[in-house]
């Protein structure tokens, strides 16, 4: 498996507009893990030990990409945007500090 830090980063543009940039790793299964970050976070700022850690059995994408909406819920429906826009019916979600946050927020 190519480690977290060597996957090629991929853009994706939701039919609103609105681009995301995210990396997909890992084993495919059904339901991928979607792992959004903290305050200010980029997909470089996951430590690649637990994103590797996490492929080892789940298949894995994250995203993000322009101007970050200004609410938990703006960020909340941008994540369901851009898991529709992959095709996927739903994810795992696992967040880290404010990505925990918005991550119960897609949920609701």
Known sequence: MTPYINVPTKT????????????????PDDVPVIAPIHLSGNLDNWDPVVIDGL???????????????????????????FIHALGLKWG?????????????????
């Open 55 to 81: 492929a080892q059995e789940h298949q894995g994408v994250g995203g993000s990409g322009g101007k970050a909406a200004k609410t938990i819920q703006g960020m909340a429906q941008e994540i369901r945007e």
């Open 12 to 27: 994706l543009v939701t039919p609103a507009q609105k681009t995301f940039a995210y990396r997909k790793i890992g084993v």
């Open 92 to 108: 795992d979600l696992f967040g880290f500090s404010m990505g925990g946050f918005v991550a119960q927020e897609v949920i609701n």
